[in-house]
């Protein structure tokens, strides 16, 4: 089989090392892919959301498969792309259409679907730059913290918790682009993140601890891939900006058989049947972010009674692919044929597919660009990835340098290395990860050194 994988980051380079182990793979091509990924398979120097370079490349080298990493190409509609023109409408996507993309592309449309299905999230009302009053009044009805998601897609960077109603409400006029209380536009700015920001969705705060839930669905069936548990500030003690994650473990030690069956009953069936009952063509991954709630207020919007002995999971967000950097231990834990599972969701039949995980814990610990998720440097040089030694380094944010003569591996994204290990439980694999994290270097280098310490304490 051929496979083309799209993407360039870490997610990308954790699936490629797994498409790669499969007996069924004859040739794995990546799009654009990084300097880690050519280990894997071929780069191609095509961009992810280039549909139309992509369904010539598809065409020409007789690809068999497409699996889509990132969300980008996804909401833009590559799926449906790909099906409409006569060159590729007979190559199977992993990943879905773009009418399910949208659970990712729009908050309001997600949490609007989880209200639809009796999926368990916070209370919640979407505002736009016309009823910005509305909004700050909504404020006035919920206890700090206050969350602010942008509707949109812009990179991790559009949801705000703020401990304050000034700030909140500050941030509110920022984000849609108002200055004064009940503006109605027409002396507006531009909205703080775009035009994903254009609508704003304000959502009461749930406190607890959150676990990143997996799903590979083929529109009917699925499978529960391992969970993950990621982290997303800059700082240690969870403290500073938010990134794109900062490291990973799994398994996460609340979330045993019992919890689990409540995600599966309250969030997970509830969801893939109404994708179909919807008409959404839904055949890809399914992230789901949840949290483990305890002392649930009244007002919370689950039709089920709270059992807070082992917790209550919530929806905090939808995702229509894979987290990074939880592929980074997800893939380490599933010790199925990964291509066995994407034929399945191809050809409908997932249900017919065997599913195991490795039962040692296994994390991810993420080394970042001095200066990130601000200001970063590009094209500072990597050394020491040829001596880590019993760990998995993926590549995020790599390339090589453009000189001919002495091509080096450089830096060329804010999160760049991500070191992963086994263990017989996520302690002795952490060491492994700050060990061996160590001997990598580049100018600026920074890793968050307390990655899985709150679970040791976790009683969610």
């Not at 499969?22 to 880690?36: C, D, Q």
């Not at 969300?71 to 992993?94: A, H, M, W």
Request: one cysteine or more; aromatic letters at 8%; charged letters at 30%.
């Amino acid at each position: 089989m051929k496979i083309l994988l799209l993407g360039s980051g870490g997610r990308e380079h954790a699936l490629a090392w797994k498409m790669a182990q499969s007996e069924r793979v004859e040739k794995l091509y990546i799009a654009p892919g990084n300097a880690g990924t050519c280990t894997c398979g071929e780069n191609v120097a095509i961009k992810a959301d280039d549909f139309e370079a992509i369904k010539q490349f598809v065409a020409d080298k007789g690809i068999d498969m497409v699996v889509v990493g990132p969300e980008d190409p996804l909401v833009k509609g590559i799926y449906d792309d790909l099906k409409r023109d006569p060159r590729t409408k007979d190559v199977p996507v992993i990943g879905p259409s773009k009418a399910g993309a949208v659970l990712e592309g729009s908050k309001d449309f997600a949490k609007a679907f989880m209200q639809r299905h009796d999926i368990p999230t916070a209370r919640y009302r979407t505002f736009d730059g016309e009823h910005l009053a509305e909004g700050l009044l909504f404020l006035e009805t919920l206890q700090p913290p206050y969350v602010l998601k942008a509707d949109g897609l812009c990179a991790g960077k559009g949801v705000l918790i703020l401990g304050t109603l000034e700030e909140a409400r500050r941030e509110l006029r920022e984000m849609l682009g108002g200055h004064e209380e009940g503006d109605k536009g027409h002396n507006a700015a531009k909205p703080k993140f775009g035009d994903a920001s254009r609508r704003v969705v304000i959502e009461e705060f749930m406190s607890g601890t959150e676990c990143s839930v997996f799903v590979l669905t083929d529109g009917e069936h699925y499978k529960i891939l391992p969970e993950a548990k990621d982290y997303k500030r800059i700082g240690e003690g969870d403290t500073g900006l938010n990134t794109g994650g900062m490291g990973s473990v799994s398994p996460v030690p609340f979330a045993g058989d019992e919890w689990m069956k409540k995600v599966e009953d309250r969030i997970i069936r509830p969801t893939i049947e109404g994708l179909r009952q919807e008409g959404i063509d839904y055949k890809g991954f399914i992230f789901f972010g949840l949290i483990s709630r305890t002392n649930i207020p009244a007002c919370h919007t689950s039709p089920v009674k709270p059992q807070p002995s082992v917790g209550d999971p919530y929806v905090i967000e939808y995702n229509c692919r894979m987290g990074d950097p939880e592929t980074e231990t997800v893939m380490l834990r599933l010790k199925s044929d990964l291509v066995d599972l994407l034929e399945g969701v191809a050809r409908g039949d997932l249900d017919r597919r065997a599913i195991a995980f490795d039962e040692r814990a296994a994390v991810c610990v993420m080394l970042v660009s001095g200066g990130y998720p601000q200001a970063y440097r590009k094209g500072l040089p990597i050394t020491g990835i040829d001596q880590v030694e019993g760990s998995v380094v993926f590549h995020a944010g790599t390339a090589f340098s453009p000189s001919p003569q002495s091509p080096q591996m450089v830096t060329a994204g804010g999160r760049v290395i991500a070191v992963s290990s086994y263990g017989k439980d996520k302690e002795e694999a952490l060491r492994k990860s700050f060990h061996e994290a160590q001997k990598i270097n580049f100018e600026g280098r920074y890793f968050r050194r307390d990655i899985g310490a709150d679970l040791s304490e976790s009683k969610s």
